[in-house]
Each structure stands twice: as C-alpha cells, then as structure tokens.
C-alpha cells in the first residue's frame, strides 16, 4: 500500500511515495521510533526515553490526560491517507459519511486548543490559530530535507514534520512537552491508515544528552525565548547534530542595531515564560559562541493579527489581545510588538 503527497507549489516541487507499516493502535506507542534509534546505536538513549515518556504519560501526573485518552479511544474507526497541500493544509483524505463527518468534528473539538495548522482531516477544516503554512514557506526553501533525519524540538502538535516528510526527509522526531499538542498527534496518527516516520514524543530539550550527535537537521521554532538559558538550549541543538547537520532556528528578535537583548520585567505580550529577546546581531553571536559555523538570516518577518488570530479552534486571547490598544507597533506591556527571526547554521 502507498500514500501519495500532492504536488506541491511550484516553488517547492513535491511528491513522495510512503510505504505503510503496520496501523496504529495504541497511543503513546514508539516502538518503530525506538527500533530506529537503536539501530542507528542509540540504545542508551532509547532506554532513558523510553523511561522519560512512561513518565510523561502517566495519568495520575495529569488531570486532563485520561478525558482526552477517552476522546482518542472514541474516534470514528476510519482511516485515510495523507496529503500535504500546496495551500499548507495538511490533509487525511478518504471517504466517510456525513454522520461519521459530524462525530469526527465533535471529537476533534474536544482536543482544543489547535493552535498549530491548519489541517483538513476528512474535509474538516482545522482553523488553527497560527497559520503555521507561513512559517513553514519562509523555512522551506532553506533547509536541505531529502533523505535527511530531523529532530523538531518544540514541535507543537507535529504539524511541520508533515511538511517535512512531504518535502523528502526520511524521518521526524518531534519533541514537545505538553501534553495536549501529543494528543493531537495522537489523534492525527489513528486517523492515519499508516505509521509514518513523523513522531512527537512528550518531552522537551532536557531529553537530548550532551553529545548525541544523531541528525542532520535540527529544527528549534518559538522555544528559544522560553528558555531561562538560551545558550544552554543552543549547545543541546549542537549536541544533537551530526558533523556539518545543519539548525534551523526561529525565534522572537528586536528591531535594534547591534548586539543587544530584551529581557522583560514580566510579561511579553502577556506571556509569562518569555525570558531573553536578543537583535539579530545578539542572536548571530550566541550562535557563533556555541560553536555554530556558516550563520545565515534568512527571514526577519514582524507576526500579524492575520497570521495569529482566534478561531473557532482556538476560542482563547490571540494576537490582537496582546498588543497595545491603537498601536500595534507595542506589546500591551509597552514593548516592541513580535518580530520574529529564521536562521540557518551549520554544526562543525
Ligand atoms: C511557540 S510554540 C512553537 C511551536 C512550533 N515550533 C512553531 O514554531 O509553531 C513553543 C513550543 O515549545 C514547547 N516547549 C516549551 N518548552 C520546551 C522545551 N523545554 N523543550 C521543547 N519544547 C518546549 C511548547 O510546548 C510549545 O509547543
């Protein structure tokens, strides 16, 4: 059995064939991950992993976590295959009945907030928050994908390692410590009849050990600013390189000349966890002390309210709540509103 991506836009030309594996059916199973890493001689890796996840996943840690195992165990018995669309929806296509459609929106309403999208399972179109496409088209033309090993850390509900496989990489290992994002992974992978290589495991950066050395892309996307040390988050992505693998990063920038960085008296933009915004100069550096080589800006874009929004998806504060009111060049707080910054860098 194959599944076939669509073609893709002409800038970036897609179609690949995936063999299918065996379907899933118990959540939280990382088995054919964990069969790869240890060949690949990760073993001692795999076996902290391994331990880390049961942890993670224990229901008796998490008060939301056995409601939405129930909503999992509750979906529609149907499968299809997978599209990644030109329009950067990503897709699960097959046939299912009105009745089935209706549940199946039901269900997937139980696992809001979708924040990262959009999707389109069963022609249900998941309006995310984000429209993370964009993102996605400003990265997708500077990472070298085909036939590589990505590690996504902060990788949200999966949504960009779709695009990745479609755009050639031969596996995806997404990392993210909160729960909810997993479970919607979760969901997307019942709903797939196929195990394809796009994993989002429930942990964060802690989990990479100091020279693990495994991929030839490391991918970091809006976790940067949330570390309490961000050069230590920065050697953990060195850390998980091979020789010459090459970093995506994307994180909140300045507007300011020179090396400088923004560390808030509290909140940015009414997020609590926001601890270090450096200028793009402040950020080349840290990347270069790390040890990065071959640093490249290759988008600086400032976030608009069409880009973040509230949706039916994502019924909470968006954007538009988080700046200041009649100037959307301040935060609400008064700082410089989001600017986001993409870089490239290669491992020595
Ligand atoms: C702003 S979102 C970015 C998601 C996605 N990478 C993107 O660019 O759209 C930050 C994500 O990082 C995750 N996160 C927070 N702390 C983390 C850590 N220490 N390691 C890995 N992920 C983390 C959050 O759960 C969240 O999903």
Request: glycine letters at 8%; charged letters at 25%; aromatic letters at 10%.
């Amino acid at each position: 059995m194959f599944f076939v991506s669509s073609p893709g836009t002409s800038r970036n030309p897609r179609t690949k064939l995936y063999r299918s594996q065996p379907v899933k059916t118990s959540l939280f199973n990382f088995d054919a991950l964990f069969g790869w890493l240890r060949e690949a001689g990760h073993s001692a890796w795999v076996d902290e992993l391994q331990q880390s996840c049961h942890q993670a996943t224990d229901v008796t840690g998490h008060g939301n976590l056995e409601g939405w195992k129930q909503c999992w165990h509750n979906l529609p018995a149907i499968e299809g295959h997978f599209e990644a669309r030109a329009d950067g929806r990503v897709a699960i296509v097959g046939q299912v009945s009105a009745d089935v459609k209706n549940q199946l929106r039901s269900d997937l309403l139980n696992f809001r907030p979708w924040r990262k999208g959009p999707f389109d399972l069963f022609g249900t179109h998941i309006d995310t928050e984000w429209r993370s496409d964009w993102k996605w088209n400003r990265l997708s033309d500077h990472v070298e994908l085909r036939d590589r090993n990505v590690l996504d850390v902060g990788c949200g509900n999966g949504y960009f390692g779709w695009h990745m496989l479609a755009a050639g990489a031969r596996r995806v290992v997404g990392l993210d410590p909160f729960l909810l994002f997993v479970m919607q992974h979760e969901v997307i992978r019942k709903l797939l009849g196929a195990e394809l290589p796009n994993d989002v495991l429930p942990l964060g950066d802690d989990c990479l050990p100091e020279r693990l050395h495994a991929f030839d892309v490391t991918v970091s996307m809006g976790v940067l600013y949330h570390r309490t040390s961000p050069v230590e988050h920065l050697q953990a992505l060195y850390g998980s390189l091979k020789r010459d693998g090459q970093l995506v990063l994307e994180t909140l920038v300045i507007d300011a000349a020179g090396e400088q960085v923004l560390m808030p008296d509290g909140r940015y933009a009414k997020m609590r966890n926001v601890w270090f915004i450096p200028s793009v100069d402040m950020l080349k550096k840290w990347l270069r002390r790390t040890g990065f080589h071959e640093v490249k800006v290759v988008d600086v874009t400032a976030t608009t309210t069409s880009e973040q929004r509230s949706t039916d998806w994502m019924t909470f504060e968006s954007l538009s709540d988080f700046l200041a009111s009649g100037d959307c060049s301040r935060t609400i707080e008064g700082y410089p509103a989001p600017v986001r910054a993409m870089l490239t860098a290669r491992r020595k």
